[in-house]
């Protein structure tokens, strides 16, 4: 059954679609907001809980809280490594003219410039930060990491013969399900998670179709250079969320298979 259909040429639409991918058009805002309850973001389920499908066979789509918790996740990271790239030049300039293979002076201009990017990106990883809702599996993945550092640690003290057998014994039962209950919530969450990358990568594709089915609505004089600009630039920031959602996807499914 189709919840959903555009307005303007009456095509089934997916879940927090900004544009019909269909015809172009820009979906009213508020269309997507009446949902019954089961149809409530993926957060709202306990772990261990599916993605159902329909009778259709459709997965229900992927919440935009979801794609946006992703998207940041991803950004941080590039964010990180531009950052350690711009301290990493600015040492590089200052030995060199420590050493005079360059003039203070040309390296002041390049210096100034970095350092204002530096500024530009910090802030806005601090805006980043902020934002998004927490996405289960990578807290599971700190509690099994955590608790495999205190279950080494508690080796330590065994061969150390700073504690009983009896306390070694309790403490090493409960580090050893606290590890091997959060594998188990791991394994579930990435069933879901495969669904995720499955649908991020058909609705990339068609975001991206949408991108130049607009170019095409421009060209053949439908939209209006300003109506084109305001919907391109929209479009564009969206495709990139998604992309740095996917990449981050695939980045985690690929560390914990």
Partial sequence: MVDYRCPVCGKPVLQNFKFCKSCGARLPKNMFKKKDKSSSDIYSSSFGTEVVESKSHEVEP??????????????????????????????????????????????????????????????EKKKLAKGGAPIPIFDLMEKKETSKERLTKLEGLKRDGTISSKTYDKMRGEYKSTIADAERQITQELIKMENWKNQLKKELAQ????????????????LSEKEYNEQREELTEEIKDWEAAFEELKKTLKKLK
């Fill in 207 to 222: 975001k991206r179709e949408l991108l130049e089915t607009l170019f095409v609505r421009k060209s053949t004089g439908e």
């Fill in 62 to 123: 992927m919440d935009s809280n979801v794609v946006h918790s992703l998207a940041i996740k991803g950004r941080l990271i590039i964010i990180d490594k531009e950052m350690e790239e711009i301290l990493e030049e600015i040492e590089n300039l200052e030995e060199r003219v420590k050493v005079g293979l360059i003039p203070k002076e040309d390296a002041k201009d390049r210096v100034n410039e970095l350092n204002k990017r530096f500024v530009t990106i910090k802030i």
